[in-house]
């Protein structure tokens, strides 16, 4: 049986995801039974008397996720969490393609809901990214998920219906507010993963990013002439200063949403 663990190669030889490790993969009904929790859909249907439950099979896949990535994640490793036999697993969740929307479903059901109501629209929206930041930096494999086909669970509908109510009352239609509500996401998500790739390079290699650039630095002076870049020699300077670094993650984050909000504003003051 396959749990969804192993990656083929692409004609370059470089492994590459399999066609589960993306959200709505799996079987759709069953998979929304689950979401759902349709009744009779959490009771293994056969293998031994049941020990454990849905919730805590994706308790188990979320925290092995968050250690150790979403390669990590097989149902065997799952069942070894639990003490469970990886057959006595798939009594619980039918694949690792379910499995990751039922966790996707969880994560978005345990995020904060800040009341809006009361808020002006920049401070609900930032409500918002600072939200999505926070919930990708608890669980950086979902800044890397595919969800164009997003888990439609009932942790995912409370996410989007309360997101969506940032852009309430604006005088946008419909579309303009799902298509600002991808807006927002897609700009946390894209400085999320710079953050996110940031850490893990530091933790590979053992260096912080100042020991990295300390270790760099006496070759870089011998075969970087900035009288040839002078811009980027410049401007890489005075920003590396400022950040002690090549990237700053809470720089990035505050300029970029403060032109996604500029950007937000030139729309909804022609309304």
Known sequence: MDDGSAQRPDAAGTPRRGKQERSSAGDPVRTLELLWRVPGSQTPTRGPKQRSSVDAVVAAAIEIADTAGIDALTMRAVA????????????????????????????????DRADLSELPWRDRVTTIAIANRAMLTRHPWVAYL??????????????????????????????????????????????????????RAAADSAMSDHQWWERAAPLLEQVFDPRQYPVGARVGATAGMAYDSAYSADHAFDFGLARVLDGLAALIEKR
């Open 80 to 111: 070894t969490r639990l003490g469970l036999t990886p057959m006595a697993t798939y009594t619980y969740v039918p694949g690792k393609a379910e499995l990751i929307d039922l966790m996707v479903d969880k994560v978005y059901a345990e995020m």
């Open 146 to 199: 595919p969800t164009t086909r997003p888990p439609l669970g009932p942790g995912m509908a409370a996410k989007y219906d309360h997101e969506l109510r940032a852009f309430e009352g604006l005088g946008l239609d419909d579309v303009a507010m799902d298509a600002s509500l991808t807006y927002v996401l897609g700009f946390v998500t894209s400085v999320a993963r710079i953050a996110i790739d940031a850490a």
